[in-house]
RNA sequence: GUGGACGUAGCUCAGUUGGUUAGAGCACCAGGUUGUGGCCCUGGGGGUCGGGGGUUCAAAUCCCCUCGUUCACCCCA
């Protein structure tokens, strides 16, 4: 075995699956819900649709996507997010022309060039949710809701919320022209990267964990204190309504996400006990995406949580999932000879809806009953010249049954 | 992209200061039972000791490189 699965990337095996499974069925039952409605756009899209929603100078863009030239020469990139391929698609078929609120989920990989770490793969699985066409607070608090709605129905408990506003266009420059201010005073103690990132995107730089910029920032001017009149009325409400629903929050002023196109709430669900990759959703509003990309000015809300991360939170709560093991009946045969006719049995069983198996490979009696203890079958068929045995492998007991009869009897039995 | 730890059978791991044909448990296969599983017993298959190079009479063991895993930084869901 020579070739294996690329860096980053990784087979999710039978006996694994099953939770992933979980965590897919539960979003779908609920998102639907919700009324929200599963939309799968395509795994690569015109390099331009991310370049220009998630911004050139964010970390994404500059050295994380998988971007390549196709036989005509086309600049593709494999998704690294959700969002920009549903506002996309939502303009391209004119959705808006139903009119109110849109609201979409997805499931499916995305891709990014990361170093791989728990919880943080190039070949990521996220579920997520849009839903555009409004800019009622009511609908931030919806989405966050939901959010949790869908973990807890995981079975996740540790689970907290931090919120913030990172205000509209009217007020978001002031601020960032504030927050420039404040970090060219003490650029010289700010790490590298925050110094280049004063620049290029002062926002980032709150996101700092250098403990060097840390103690610097509890000084620096707060996004909430320059949120215009409008933006300062919606956190309002959104934080009106959270509570209303009975959720509980943590303001969380440095809570920057890493995509240009958020604008007033942002949030994340951390789970304790997942190590440094600690978010299993984010999201927020973004009420530029759509106009950006030429649409009439509609605004939007979302998030998007990650499956590997939900999975390892489950882990670590205990959260079981069966493993899906059916089979409910095994042939055994007495010899080569009756290859045939079991495996006539075994398709008048499946064909009635009965799971079963048999071993096409001749071996003993025995060998054939290890298999089927191994399965955990509750019958084993014995196969031989007349009639047929059925073996009732809990209770270790077995009668002679007739042959034509061995389908009706399992059917009742089962 | 940066730093640390790790890499021996399918899995979990032993492997003394470098010293002969690299071990155990579980798993797998077969037999003990002239057709019947789980327990037990016996036997068997399976490892280029991540890969490459070097030091040495001799390397799983020491050195270098490389790939991978992992934790953290970073980034983010």
Not at 57 to 84: H, N, Q, W
Not at 165 to 170: H, K, R, Y
Not at 192 to 198: S, Y
Request: proline share 3%; hydrophobic share 35%; glycine share 8%.
């Amino acid at each position: 075995m020579t070739i294996k699965a690329p860096r980053g990337t990784e087979d999710v095996l039978p006996g694994e699956i099953e939770k992933w499974q979980r965590i897919e069925q539960t979003a779908r039952e609920l998102f639907l819900l919700y009324n929200y409605r599963e939309i799968r756009t395509p795994l690569f899209e015109d390099t331009r649709l991310f370049e220009r929603s998630i911004g050139e100078s964010t970390d994404i863009v500059e050295k994380e996507m998988y971007t390549f030239l196709d036989k005509k020469g086309r600049s593709l990139t494999l998704r690294p997010e959700g969002t920009a391929p549903v506002v996309r698609a939502y303009l391209e078929h004119k959705l808006y022309a139903k009119g109110g609120v849109n609201k979409f989920f997805y499931i499916g990989s995305f891709f990014r060039y990361e170093r791989p770490q728990a919880g943080r793969n190039r070949q990521f699985y996220q579920i997520g949710v849009e839903a555009i066409g409004s800019d009622s607070p009511a609908l931030d608090a919806e989405v966050i809701n939901l959010s949790l709605h869908f973990l807890s129905s995981l079975g996740l408990k540790t689970l907290h919320i931090a919120l913030n506003s990172i205000g509209c266009s009217a007020c978001q420059p002031l601020y960032r022209e504030k927050l420039k201010q404040f970090l060219n005073e003490h650029i010289d103690k700010l790490c590298d990267d925050c110094r280049r990132r004063t620049e290029s995107n002062p926002l980032r730089v709150l996101d700092c964990k250098k403990e060097g910029c840390v103690s610097i920032l509890k000084n620096a001017p707060s996004t909430l204190d320059f949120l215009c009149p409008a933006c300062k009325e919606h956190f309002e409400s959104v934080k009106h309504y959270l509570k209303m629903l009975g959720l509980n929050y943590q303001i969380a002023p440095n809570l920057v996400r890493g995509l240009d196109y958020y604008t007033r709430t942002t949030f994340e669900v951390v789970h304790s006990g997942l190590g440094a990759q600690n978010a299993v959703a984010a999201g927020g509003r973004f009420d530029g995406l759509v106009e950006e990309f030429g649409g009439e000015s509609t605004p939007a809300v979302g998030f998007a949580a990650g499956v590997e991360r939900i999975a390892l939170a489950m882990d670590g709560e205990g959260v079981k999932v069966s493993d899906g093991k059916q089979t409910f009946t095994f042939i055994a045969l007495l010899g080569k000879e009756y290859l045939e006719g079991g495996l006539l049995l075994l398709n008048e069983l499946r064909r009635s809806g009965i799971s079963a198996e048999m071993d096409y490979e001749g071996r003993s009696l025995k060998s054939q009953f290890r298999v089927a203890d191994k399965l955990g079958v509750k019958f084993t068929i014995i196969l031989g010249q007349e009639g047929a045995t059925l073996r009732d492998m809990v209770k270790g007991e077995q009668e002679e049954v007739k042959r034509e009869e061995v389908v009706s009897i399992l059917k009742r039995e089962k």
